[in-house]
């Protein structure tokens, strides 16, 4: 039979999620309906094996980074992040920009790691999220890879939503954009998640040609002109090219 407390363990954990600016105990007591008590003592156990933190300031609980240490992907016996750490490196440091590592979970788009921007104004993102596939690069780095009939099962369970007037929003646009993304070898976004905000992207390919993962890197539009596209493309595609050889040494 199921564990009753390992069921309350996980809706905490899943409710502390949808939370990332924190809850009390109180609060998750009130939002959970399980008994204060074993609200208390299963928030404790889960800072106590460094599965939550707790604030010194507010008291609040927040998740911490150790589940997702734990599901990081891996090709065969090699860390995709701990491959992937130099080229992103080394993009952040030649472009000045943000450079993130973004793989596929749950149909979304999920920032895996990331090299923070060294320009004032920088663009970043929060390890963890999560962001529509068709509406930022590497998603779509990712989809331009995919073979059809997994890019035919993700559409069957997706419904296209305009985020900006750049969206796209309608599947025979997007589906153009990703022939044009295979073509040049590389995927852009061209304000399409986020107003203001161009990124570009670059797909992690397997030794049978499947993505694994995408690079990117990205950048206010005033950074990123549309003659600048080609040259960063070309440059993602070096990135990516570069942690594929470490992932197959």
């Given at each position: 039979?199921?564990?009753?407390?390992?069921?309350?363990?996980?809706?905490?954990?899943?409710?502390?999620?949808?939370?990332?600016?924190?809850?009390?105990?109180?609060?998750?007591?009130?939002?959970?309906?399980?008994?204060?008590?074993?609200?208390?003592?299963?928030?404790?156990?889960?800072?106590?094996?460094?599965?939550?933190?707790?604030?010194?300031?507010?008291?609040?609980?927040?998740?911490?980074?150790?589940?997702?240490?734990?599901?990081?992907?891996?090709?065969?016996?090699?860390?995709?992040?701990?491959?992937?750490?130099?080229?992103?490196?080394?993009?952040?440091?030649?472009?000045?920009?943000?450079?993130?590592?973004?793989?596929?979970?749950?149909?979304?788009?999920?920032?895996?790691?990331?090299?923070?921007?060294?320009?004032?104004?920088?663009?970043?993102?929060?390890?963890?999220?999560?962001?529509?596939?068709?509406?930022?690069?590497?998603?779509?780095?990712?989809?331009?890879?995919?073979?059809?009939?997994?890019?035919?099962?993700?559409?069957?369970?997706?419904?296209?939503?305009?985020?900006?007037?750049?969206?796209?929003?309608?599947?025979?646009?997007?589906?153009?954009?990703?022939?044009?993304?295979?073509?040049?070898?590389?995927?852009?976004?061209?304000?399409?998640?986020?107003?203001?905000?161009?990124?570009?992207?670059?797909?992690?390919l397997d030794e049978y040609g499947s993505p694994v993962a995408a690079i990117t890197f990205i950048a206010p539009v005033s950074r990123m002109p549309d003659a600048s596209?080609?040259?960063?493309?070309?440059?993602?595609?070096?990135?990516?090219?570069?942690?594929?050889?470490?992932?197959?040494?």
């Amino acid at each position: 039979m199921p564990s009753p407390t390992g069921a309350k363990t996980l809706a905490l954990i899943d409710l502390l999620a949808k939370h990332p600016a924190g809850l009390s105990a109180s609060e998750a007591t009130r939002l959970s309906n399980i008994t204060g008590n074993l609200v208390f003592r299963i928030l404790k156990t889960l800072v106590e094996m460094g599965f939550a933190m707790q604030r010194e300031d507010d008291k609040t609980y927040t998740l911490s980074n150790r589940l997702l240490d734990l599901s990081r992907p891996k090709v065969g016996d090699r860390s995709l992040v701990l491959c992937a750490h130099e080229a992103m490196r080394s993009l952040r440091d030649e472009t000045g920009e943000t450079a993130q590592l973004t793989i596929e979970s749950g149909g979304k788009a999920m920032l895996l790691e990331q090299f923070r921007g060294t320009h004032a104004l920088q663009v970043c993102g929060q390890i963890g999220m999560r962001v529509p596939l068709y509406s930022c690069a590497p998603g779509k780095a990712i989809l331009a890879w995919w073979n059809q009939e997994k890019r035919e099962e993700w559409f069957r369970g997706c419904t296209l939503k305009s985020f900006t007037r750049h969206t796209l929003s309608k599947r025979a646009d997007l589906e153009q954009n990703l022939a044009q993304t295979r073509s040049k070898g590389f995927a852009v976004d061209l304000e399409e998640g986020i107003e203001g905000i161009r990124c570009i992207a670059a797909p992690i390919l397997d030794e049978y040609g499947s993505p694994v993962a995408a690079i990117t890197f990205i950048a206010p539009v005033s950074r990123m002109p549309d003659a600048s596209l080609a040259p960063f493309g070309s440059r993602c595609m070096r990135a990516a090219q570069e942690i594929e050889k470490r992932l197959r040494l």
